[in-house]
């Protein structure tokens, strides 16, 4: 994983995610309570009153880690997943209907940080769950997956970044979505369809406007022919079929997706989405990655994430390399997803 972009200077976007839930008793839970920048990070969300911060991990850990990052866990909730009083309530809760884990397999998994912060969010006693700086991607995918499970509709995992592009045309700040850059290798069509749907709902949490969904090619709608053209246009045909009332469309080639003056030459009929696209879905890891790496780097834009989407509940994935600016950011970004409570 790649760490998120470390500027300084907060986008207006990011800033709204920030006061957005700012003040609204929102909880998040950080199983990764051994490392000095989660403390941190706990501190100034705290703090900030972004959230209510839950630390996960044995208390010698989380009180060396406290003195490492000279941080005072005063009004900090912290808590040994295996001494939780609700540990049991929570591996009743996880084999329910899974007659393939026996009840010792699924506290022994339950009791590990992780997977306590998956089932803690999944049975309403957190909002969110950052995770990350210290376990492997598979291992926060695995946990979100076991214990939250996917969202409706949705059999695919998958991650987004929030691309803010400085100058675009003109546009200071310029918001994308860019999915998916850094989980799925290789999607076939139907996860591809997953891939955007997932993102169209990311993007009406963070964007402020609707998402228009470009799925993205060599091709612009049958401009050139091959197999990885025909899957976008089949996963294009199959989300479509699942939400008909999302403005979507493909394949683009990406000038043809966000340059208006480029639609208008290229993309024949017409199209809600062709030069307005404000998310982008690629059609393989690797076009994602590269893509998002040089607009990082050649645009100067600021990339925040990877974020994953898909989850029934908000999970967040941290980069190994997170500053405690990333995990904070982070936290804001993903409790923004989180739906108005009664």
Known sequence: MAPADQRDTSSNIVQSCIEKVTGRGLSVVLPEGRDPRILQAARQIKEAQIAEP???????????????????????QTLDPKESPKLDAYVAEYVKGRDDIAPGVARR???????????MVACGDADAMVAGAVSATATVIQAGTLTIGLAEGIETVSSYFLMIIPDFLGETDKPFIYADCAVNIDPDAAQLADIALASAQSARGLLGAEPRIALLSYSTRGSAAGPSAEKVVQALEIARSRAPELAIDGEFQADSAIVPRVAAKKVRGESTVAGTANVLVFPDLDAGNIAYKLTQYMAGAQAIGPLLQGFA?????????ASVSDIVTTTAITLAQVQEKN
Do not use: Q, T, Y
């Not at 998994?109 to 089932?119: D, E, I």
């Not at 509940?313 to 390399?321: C, E, I, N, T």
């Open 313 to 321: 509940k908000p999970v967040a994935d941290l980069s190994r390399g």
């Open 109 to 119: 998994m339950v009791a590990k940080p992780p997977f306590h912060g998956g089932m």
């Open 54 to 76: 839950i630390v996960l991990g044995k208390s010698e850990k989380i009180e060396a880690a406290a003195a490492e990052a000279n941080v005072s866990l005063a009004d900090i």
